[in-house]
């Protein structure tokens, strides 16, 4: 996702296909992405833990 180096460390992305919302402040346990770690620094191969959608399929989340 070419668009991710564009966001702000802190942003919240959330699933265009279920609504799961990915917030670097918590990471990912279910991948095992540690808190703090930024939309754009999770691997490429990262899916969604909850509907298995690709990066591709999140946007940026409303405060």
Known sequence: MSDAIH???????ECGVCWHVYDPAEGDPVWQIEPGTPFAELPEDWRCPHCDAPREKFMKAEP
Do not use: G, I, K, S
Request: proline share 14%; charged share 30%; net charge neutral.
């Open 7 to 13: 966001l702000e460390p802190t942003q919240r992305m």
